[in-house]
Nanobody
Framework: QVQLVESGGGLVQPGESLRLSCASS????????MGWYRQTPGKQREMVAI???????KYADSVKGRFTISRDNAKDAVYLQMNNLHTEDTAVYYC?????????????WGHGTQVTVSS
């Protein structure tokens, strides 16, 4: 079973940094898009950053210049470096991956990691 497991969330003060990591259980995501979404109570899940299999990147406008997404295909992992965090960045962050498993393409999600930015 394909799994994505996040780590690295926590409680920080405004202006501080966090690094999220996401590891997959197999190499199914190699060559396919991976990324990060976030969700707050009562709101829809929103895209934070996406990186394609060939390294093209898209960021939400709200995080441009502060967040950096990267991936390590050898480790089947994706990362999100979050700098200068704002209180409005508080959310559950979900790792996302698109993969072709057994001939069927689909979207996969981690269970989420809480990021809280508060003074």
């Amino acid at each position: 079973q394909v799994q994505l497991v996040e780590s690295g969330g926590g409680l920080v003060q405004p202006g501080e940094s966090l690094r999220l990591s996401c590891a997959s259980s197999e190499s199914a995501f190699r060559g396919w898009p991976m990324g990060w979404y976030r969700q707050t109570p009562g709101k829809q899940r929103e895209m934070v950053a996406i990186i394609t299999g060939d390294g093209r990147i898209k960021y939400a406008d709200s995080v441009k210049g502060r967040f950096t997404i990267s991936r390590d295909n050898a480790k089947d992992a994706v990362y999100l470096q979050m700098n200068n965090l704002h209180t409005e960045d508080t959310a559950v962050y979900y790792c996302y991956g698109n993969a072709d498993v057994g001939g069927t393409n689909g979207d996969y999600w981690g269970h989420g990691t809480q990021v809280t930015v508060s003074s």
